[in-house]
């Protein structure tokens, strides 16, 4: 099986540090542990962007004559609201384009799911050859 350097599941390997392996049975498996790893990592950084949002709520909503740091919980739910609504219309307008301005359609390249299943059943997990 051919697998190219420029998919988004080699970089993804080889950015996260991780050695792509030459076997698909440990290459497919490879995948869900790096976006287990994202998944980690953005949910950190998530709550280090809230919690930063909440340190620079706190001192401007006591400058501004708040006796509790209620303000700066209200501050931080409205940069959370704020956040979530853009989030919210960038996705509507993505399916938006997507069914204005649909893609051509091309052949179809064996996905990775499928070749992995062929092989299970096969019981046999062939080479993987990465091309550039």
């Not at 499928?114 to 092989?119: D, I, L, N, R, S």
Request: aromatic fraction near 16%.
């Amino acid at each position: 099986m051919n697998i190219k350097k420029t998919s988004w599941h080699y970089r993804a390997i080889v950015k996260f540090g991780f050695t792509p392996s030459k076997s698909l049975c440990m290459y497919f498996w490879q995948i869900p542990l790096i976006g287990l790893f994202f998944v980690f990592a953005f949910a950190a950084g998530l709550a280090l962007a809230f919690s930063t949002a909440h340190a620079f709520a706190v001192p401007i909503a006591l400058l501004m004559g708040s006796k509790t740091s209620l303000g700066a919980e209200i501050n931080s739910g409205l940069v959370a609201v704020v956040f979530f609504w853009w989030v919210l219309v960038g996705m509507i307008a993505y399916d938006v384009c997507k069914v204005k301005f649909p893609r051509k359609k091309t052949k179809k390249k064996p996905s990775i799911i499928t070749e992995y299943v062929k092989a299970k059943k096969q019981k046999i997990c062939p080479i993987i050859e990465f091309k550039d």
